[in-house]
């Protein structure tokens, strides 16, 4: 099998010179040839203004389509959430006991506390009545109405979250303890996933 010969190819842009300490013989043609090229393109920008923009055929676009799904909703508590998974089964009621997974962060996104371990994935979820007074009021708003599997995202005013610190769902070790109770009097974010109504 014989080898293709490779040629090598000359300079493409002929005006340059491939040393620079040498001067190139073509320089009065390489000037001719660059005003020729700039006036060239000036004459086809002067020629393209003329036409018509109005003339041409447009590509007719789709209209959008206006999402069926409210993506926010606000509640009367002053809660913001928003749906992320539906969940399947009955809707947690008022009175019901659920077991949920939560990560809470502080509203420019710093994380401050989960039950979900983000290394080993370990889980550590909390199973709290959605009556009386132990849960915080904003994040019992967040979980009625909810599913199993469901999925909610929500923003919780300081009024209705931790304004007391007996309030669950809290930590158990210290600094996570620590950190949530030092942001307590700003919004928090919960990401909330309901894994059972009981």
Known sequence: ???AS???LGNPFPCTSQSPRRASPLKA????SRRRAVSGMVVLGAAASF????VLPVPAQAAMPEPDVIRYRKLDSGVVLEDVVEGEGPEAQEGDLVQ?????????GYFVHSTVDQFSGESKPVTLPLGGEEMIRGLKDVLIGMKAGGK???LIPPEVGYISETLKP???EFGPRRSLLSHAKEPLVFEVQMLKVL
Request: aromatic residues 6%; neutral net charge.
């Open 100 to 108: 949920f997974n939560y990560v809470c962060r502080r509203a420019n």
């Open 1 to 3: 099998m014989e080898s």
């Open 170 to 172: 809290i930590p158990e």
């Open 51 to 54: 036409i018509d923009p109005l």
């Open 6 to 8: 490779l040629t090598p």
């Open 29 to 32: 043609t390489c000037e001719i």
């Open 152 to 154: 909610r995202r929500a």
